[in-house]
């Protein structure tokens, strides 16, 4: 069995192995490891071209990960997604064609370009880790975590994710463009022969697998919280609710996860107990999609990442 320290230093080898593909958007990468200690989904945004799909990939190939990614159109349907009984004519009987959900990392590109009935097939595999197809539930692989992109500038064409599925993501995490020094890395990876499409090219070799991630969330649970950064968790979570330019708030099942990540942040730092300031790390990724300000709030020009920077600068941090 792996022993925590070395599930430890093979997660923190990760972030290595994967710049060898992905240049910058350390944050990112960090919160997908986290996601996969907590057993979480991602909801990954940015604009077209920031290497969203990359990221999953390397990811998967530097934990020898199966992934699968799926483009979601508004044509999609469920049974795409999750599978559907097909017909065997040779035995006159139906059998179970598993869909693209049975894997490790799904991808799921541009999710809301599908309607909600195709969105809401996803809800119980994330949530249950489950399919049900004909009344039979059909268990999904213990490791499975959901990335799902979409694009924060096109609006034409898309359905917006219900609050109910927005909530079933641990963290949702932004990739901006990069920076001109980052971009310039990118340009010249190209120019050297560097082809996306061909990662063992590229050097990028299993560094982690299921069993270390099995040692590191065993020993994610083991991380303590002391009962005043859990009512730091609670205080900030209720100062969202009471806000004026609120509509929703962050739920009991948000408060959750930001605990969860901050544990995983917590034993990925080397320590085995929870700081308010691991809270306050994480706060943003874990609940910015939690938020829904009111329509007035959002014309004057208020965001939801405006509102948690207000919100871990007035409740009190314990000591």
Same mark, same amino acid.
């Given at each position: 069995?792996?022993?925590?320290?070395?599930a430890?230093?093979?997660?923190? =080898?990760?972030?290595?192995?994967?710049?060898?593909?992905?240049?910058?958007?350390?944050?990112?990468?960090?919160?997908?490891?986290?996601?996969?200690l907590?057993?979480?989904?991602?909801?990954?945004?940015?604009?077209?071209?920031?290497?969203?799909?990359?990221?999953?990939?390397t990811?998967?190939?530097?934990l020898?990960l199966?992934?699968?990614?799926?483009?979601?159109?508004?044509d999609l349907?469920?049974?795409?997604?999750?599978?559907?009984l097909v017909?065997?004519?040779?035995?006159?009987?139906?059998?179970?064609?598993?869909?693209?959900?049975?894997t490790?990392l799904?991808?799921?590109?541009?999710i809301?370009?599908?309607?909600?009935k195709?969105?809401?097939a996803?809800?119980e595999?994330m949530?249950?880790?489950q399919?049900?197809?004909?009344?039979?539930? *059909?268990?999904?692989?213990?490791?499975?975590?959901?990335?799902?992109?979409q694009n924060?500038?096109?609006?034409?064409?898309?359905?917006?994710?219900?609050?109910a599925?927005l909530?079933r993501?641990?963290l949702k995490?932004?990739m901006?463009?990069?920076? /001109?020094?980052?971009e310039?890395a990118?340009l010249? /990876?190209?120019?050297?022969?560097f082809d996306?499409?061909?990662?063992g090219?590229?050097?990028?070799?299993?560094v982690a697998?299921? =069993?270390?991630?099995?040692?590191?969330? =065993?020993?994610?649970?083991?991380?303590?919280?002391?009962?005043?950064?859990?009512?730091?968790?609670?205080?900030?979570? *209720?100062a969202t609710?009471?806000?004026?330019?609120?509509?929703?708030?962050?739920?009991?099942?948000?408060?959750?996860?930001?605990?969860?990540?901050?544990?995983?942040?917590a034993?990925?730092s080397?320590?085995?107990?929870?700081?308010?300031?691991?809270?306050?790390?994480?706060?943003?990724?874990a609940?910015?999609?939690?938020?829904?300000?009111?329509?007035?709030?959002?014309?004057?020009?208020a965001?939801?990442?405006?509102l948690l920077?207000?919100?871990?600068?007035?409740?009190?941090?314990?000591?």
């Amino acid at each position: 069995m792996t022993a925590p320290t070395d599930a430890r230093q093979s997660l923190i =080898a990760l972030r290595s192995e994967v710049a060898k593909a992905i240049v910058g958007n350390d944050a990112a990468v960090t919160g997908l490891i986290l996601a996969l200690l907590c057993r979480g989904h991602v909801l990954l945004e940015g604009v077209p071209g920031v290497a969203k799909t990359l990221l999953v990939r390397t990811l998967a190939a530097a934990l020898n990960l199966r992934t699968t990614r799926v483009q979601f159109t508004p044509d999609l349907m469920p049974g795409d997604v999750t599978g559907s009984l097909v017909y065997d004519p040779n035995s006159a009987e139906f059998s179970f064609r598993e869909g693209p959900v049975f894997t490790n990392l799904l991808l799921a590109d541009e999710i809301n370009r599908t309607p909600p009935k195709t969105q809401s097939a996803l809800l119980e595999a994330m949530e249950e880790r489950q399919v049900s197809v004909d009344g039979t539930p *059909r268990p999904l692989p213990g490791v499975f975590v959901v990335v799902a992109t979409q694009n924060p500038v096109e609006y034409e064409g898309t359905y917006p994710l219900p609050e109910a599925q927005l909530d079933r993501f641990l963290l949702k995490l932004t990739m901006p463009a990069p920076s /001109r020094e980052d971009e310039i890395a990118v340009l010249t /990876r190209h120019a050297d022969g560097f082809d996306p499409r061909d990662l063992g090219a590229a050097g990028v070799r299993p560094v982690a697998g299921e =069993a270390e991630l099995a040692a590191a969330r =065993a020993a994610v649970r083991e991380v303590t919280v002391g009962p005043e950064v859990t009512g730091y968790v609670v205080d900030l979570c *209720r100062a969202t609710r009471e806000a004026p330019s609120v509509r929703l708030g962050v739920s009991p099942r948000g408060a959750t996860a930001l605990l969860s990540v901050a544990r995983a942040w917590a034993w990925l730092s080397g320590r085995g107990y929870v700081t308010p300031d691991d809270v306050k790390t994480l706060a943003r990724p874990a609940l910015r999609h939690r938020v829904e300000l009111r329509p007035e709030a959002e014309l004057e020009g208020a965001t939801a990442d405006g509102l948690l920077e207000r919100v871990l600068a007035t409740v009190p941090v314990p000591r």
